[in-house]
Protein backbone atom coordinates (compact mmCIF):
# COMPACT_ATOMS: atom_id res chain seq x y z
CA UNK A 1 0.00 0.00 0.00
CA UNK A 2 1.28 3.61 -1.06
CA UNK A 3 0.01 6.46 0.84
CA UNK A 4 0.64 10.09 -0.48
CA UNK A 5 -0.51 13.01 1.62
CA UNK A 6 -1.59 16.45 -0.43
CA UNK A 7 -2.62 19.03 1.85
CA UNK A 8 -5.91 21.21 0.54
CA UNK A 9 -7.88 23.87 0.56
CA UNK A 10 -8.19 26.85 3.29
CA UNK A 11 -7.62 24.71 6.52
CA UNK A 12 -5.42 22.36 5.45
CA UNK A 13 -6.84 19.25 5.35
CA UNK A 14 -5.13 16.34 5.02
CA UNK A 15 -6.38 14.58 1.26
CA UNK A 16 -4.71 10.72 1.28
CA UNK A 17 -4.43 9.30 -1.97
CA UNK A 18 -3.87 5.49 -1.63
CA UNK A 19 -2.83 2.99 -3.87
CA UNK A 20 -2.07 -0.64 -4.76
CA UNK A 21 1.64 -0.17 -6.77
CA UNK A 22 1.17 -3.72 -8.46
CA UNK A 23 -2.05 -2.92 -10.35
CA UNK A 24 -2.17 1.13 -10.01
CA UNK A 25 -5.55 1.43 -8.34
CA UNK A 26 -6.44 3.75 -6.25
CA UNK A 27 -9.04 5.26 -3.66
CA UNK A 28 -8.81 8.98 -2.69
CA UNK A 29 -9.98 9.86 0.70
CA UNK A 30 -11.21 13.65 1.84
CA UNK A 31 -10.33 15.54 -1.19
CA UNK A 32 -10.81 18.86 0.06
CA UNK A 33 -9.97 21.05 -2.86
CA UNK A 34 -9.18 19.65 -6.01
CA UNK A 35 -6.29 21.25 -6.46
CA UNK A 36 -3.52 21.48 -9.49
CA UNK A 37 -1.11 19.02 -7.26
CA UNK A 38 -3.85 16.43 -6.49
CA UNK A 39 -4.31 16.57 -10.08
CA UNK A 40 -1.10 16.10 -11.54
CA UNK A 41 -0.11 13.36 -8.80
CA UNK A 42 -3.08 11.17 -10.11
CA UNK A 43 -2.41 12.03 -13.59
CA UNK A 44 1.36 11.35 -13.11
CA UNK A 45 1.27 8.48 -11.48
CA UNK A 46 -1.45 7.21 -14.19
CA UNK A 47 -3.60 5.77 -11.17
CA UNK A 48 -7.07 3.80 -11.68
CA UNK A 49 -8.96 5.86 -9.44
CA UNK A 50 -11.95 3.78 -7.58
CA UNK A 51 -13.24 5.53 -5.19
CA UNK A 52 -13.56 8.26 -3.12
CA UNK A 53 -14.07 7.39 1.24
CA UNK A 54 -15.42 10.19 3.24
CA UNK A 55 -14.74 10.30 6.73
CA UNK A 56 -17.28 12.88 7.28
CA UNK A 57 -19.11 15.64 5.87
CA UNK A 58 -17.51 19.28 6.78
CA UNK A 59 -16.96 21.43 3.62
CA UNK A 60 -13.08 21.05 3.95
CA UNK A 61 -13.23 17.57 3.41
CA UNK A 62 -15.30 17.39 0.30
CA UNK A 63 -15.36 21.08 -1.58
CA UNK A 64 -13.08 18.84 -4.67
CA UNK A 65 -15.72 16.11 -5.36
CA UNK A 66 -17.42 17.51 -8.33
CA UNK A 67 -14.09 17.98 -9.69
CA UNK A 68 -13.22 14.95 -9.01
CA UNK A 69 -16.49 13.36 -10.26
CA UNK A 70 -15.97 15.16 -13.79
CA UNK A 71 -12.56 13.11 -14.32
CA UNK A 72 -13.81 9.37 -12.52
CA UNK A 73 -17.14 7.72 -12.47
CA UNK A 74 -16.40 6.89 -9.22
CA UNK A 75 -18.46 5.88 -6.08
CA UNK A 76 -18.48 8.29 -3.04
CA UNK A 77 -18.73 6.84 0.29
CA UNK A 78 -19.98 8.00 2.93
CA UNK A 79 -21.88 7.13 6.63
CA UNK A 80 -25.58 7.23 6.45
CA UNK A 81 -25.80 9.53 9.77
CA UNK A 82 -24.06 12.18 7.44
CA UNK A 83 -26.45 12.52 4.87
CA UNK A 84 -28.52 15.56 6.47
CA UNK A 85 -24.89 17.28 7.15
CA UNK A 86 -23.09 16.71 3.58
CA UNK A 87 -26.69 17.62 2.31
CA UNK A 88 -26.58 21.09 3.95
CA UNK A 89 -24.60 23.78 3.63
CA UNK A 90 -25.21 25.82 6.71
CA UNK A 91 -24.59 22.13 8.94
CA UNK A 92 -21.24 21.23 6.85
CA UNK A 93 -19.80 24.82 7.61
CA UNK A 94 -19.27 25.44 3.73
CA UNK A 95 -22.06 29.06 3.84
CA UNK A 96 -19.59 30.15 6.64
CA UNK A 97 -16.36 29.80 5.01
CA UNK A 98 -17.55 29.92 1.20
CA UNK A 99 -20.98 30.38 -1.11
CA UNK A 100 -22.01 27.14 0.19
CA UNK A 101 -21.72 23.56 -1.21
CA UNK A 102 -23.59 20.83 -0.70
CA UNK A 103 -23.38 17.07 -2.21
CA UNK A 104 -26.33 14.55 -3.09
CA UNK A 105 -24.91 11.35 -4.55
CA UNK A 106 -23.16 9.49 -1.89
CA UNK A 107 -23.06 5.62 -1.63
CA UNK A 108 -23.99 5.31 2.17
CA UNK A 109 -22.72 2.65 4.47
CA UNK A 110 -22.47 1.52 7.55
CA UNK A 111 -20.98 0.68 11.10
CA UNK A 112 -18.44 -2.52 10.30
CA UNK A 113 -19.05 -2.20 6.66
CA UNK A 114 -16.23 -3.66 5.02
CA UNK A 115 -15.13 -1.79 1.57
CA UNK A 116 -12.97 -4.21 -0.61
CA UNK A 117 -11.37 -1.80 -2.87
CA UNK A 118 -7.86 -1.72 -4.68
CA UNK A 119 -7.09 -5.09 -3.38
CA UNK A 120 -7.37 -3.86 0.00
CA UNK A 121 -10.20 -4.29 3.17
CA UNK A 122 -11.46 -0.82 4.57
CA UNK A 123 -13.75 -1.45 7.32
CA UNK A 124 -15.78 1.31 8.34
CA UNK A 125 -15.37 2.36 12.06
CA UNK A 126 -18.63 4.49 13.11
CA UNK A 127 -17.04 7.38 15.49
CA UNK A 128 -19.49 9.65 16.74
CA UNK A 129 -18.65 13.01 18.20
CA UNK A 130 -16.34 15.18 15.59
CA UNK A 131 -20.14 14.71 13.56
CA UNK A 132 -22.85 12.46 13.96
CA UNK A 133 -22.00 10.59 11.02
CA UNK A 134 -18.14 10.75 11.32
CA UNK A 135 -16.47 7.46 10.60
CA UNK A 136 -12.40 6.28 10.65
CA UNK A 137 -11.07 3.56 7.90
CA UNK A 138 -9.17 0.52 9.09
CA UNK A 139 -6.81 -1.51 6.74
CA UNK A 140 -6.31 -4.21 9.01
CA UNK A 141 -3.69 -6.21 7.14
CA UNK A 142 -1.50 -2.89 6.82
CA UNK A 143 -1.50 -1.54 10.27
CA UNK A 144 -3.52 1.59 8.87
CA UNK A 145 -6.49 3.78 10.19
CA UNK A 146 -7.24 6.65 8.82
CA UNK A 147 -8.66 8.86 11.49
CA UNK A 148 -10.56 11.65 9.45
CA UNK A 149 -11.00 14.51 12.25
CA UNK A 150 -11.83 12.12 15.35
CA UNK A 151 -8.33 11.08 16.71
CA UNK A 152 -5.17 13.50 15.70
CA UNK A 153 -1.58 13.60 16.78
CA UNK A 154 -2.03 13.95 21.27
CA UNK A 155 -5.55 15.59 20.49
CA UNK A 156 -8.99 14.98 19.06
CA UNK A 157 -11.47 16.91 16.74
CA UNK A 158 -13.36 19.68 17.95
CA UNK A 159 -16.98 19.03 19.28
CA UNK A 160 -18.93 22.68 18.78
CA UNK A 161 -19.70 22.58 15.30
CA UNK A 162 -23.58 21.24 14.35
CA UNK A 163 -23.87 17.79 15.51
CA UNK A 164 -20.92 17.42 17.34
CA UNK A 165 -20.61 15.92 20.69
CA UNK A 166 -17.73 15.77 22.93
CA UNK A 167 -18.69 12.75 25.32
CA UNK A 168 -19.72 11.13 21.84
CA UNK A 169 -16.18 11.64 20.75
CA UNK A 170 -14.32 10.72 23.71
CA UNK A 171 -16.52 7.30 23.63
CA UNK A 172 -15.63 6.31 20.05
CA UNK A 173 -12.18 7.03 20.59
CA UNK A 174 -11.83 5.14 24.05
CA UNK A 175 -13.77 2.04 22.98
CA UNK A 176 -13.84 2.15 18.85
CA UNK A 177 -9.94 3.21 18.45
CA UNK A 178 -7.60 2.43 21.70
CA UNK A 179 -8.32 -1.42 20.87
CA UNK A 180 -6.79 -1.60 17.59
CA UNK A 181 -3.14 -2.54 17.94
CA UNK A 182 -0.55 -0.12 19.00
CA UNK A 183 1.20 -0.31 16.08
CA UNK A 184 -1.35 0.76 14.01
CA UNK A 185 -0.42 4.09 12.08
CA UNK A 186 -3.09 7.02 12.28
CA UNK A 187 -3.50 9.53 9.30
CA UNK A 188 -5.43 12.51 10.34
CA UNK A 189 -7.86 14.79 8.72
CA UNK A 190 -5.37 18.07 9.87
CA UNK A 191 -1.48 17.77 10.77
CA UNK A 192 1.18 14.60 10.88
CA UNK A 193 0.49 10.99 11.64
CA UNK A 194 0.64 9.04 14.46
CA UNK A 195 0.53 5.64 15.88
CA UNK A 196 -2.77 4.23 18.56
CA UNK A 197 -0.01 2.57 20.88
CA UNK A 198 1.74 6.96 20.81
CA UNK A 199 -1.91 8.34 21.59
CA UNK A 200 -2.36 5.58 24.15
CA UNK A 201 0.30 6.76 26.17
CA UNK A 202 0.38 10.21 25.67
CA UNK A 203 -2.80 11.93 24.38
CA UNK A 204 -4.39 13.84 27.28
CA UNK A 205 -7.58 13.35 25.79
CA UNK A 206 -7.40 9.23 26.14
CA UNK A 207 -5.32 8.82 29.60
Known amino acids: MRI???VTGII???CYIVSNEKTGEAIIIDPGYCSKSLKEYLLDEKLLVKAVLLTHGHFDHILGLD???EMYNIPVYLHEEEERLIEDAVLNQSKTYTDGYTFTRATYVKDEEVLDLIGYSFRVIYTPGHTK???CYYVKNEDVLFSGDTLFYASVGRTDFPTGNTSELLCSIR???MCLPDDTIVYPGHMGATSIGYERQQNPFVR
Open 4 to 6: KTI
Open 12 to 14: STN
Open 67 to 69: ELL
Open 133 to 135: GSV
Open 175 to 177: QKL
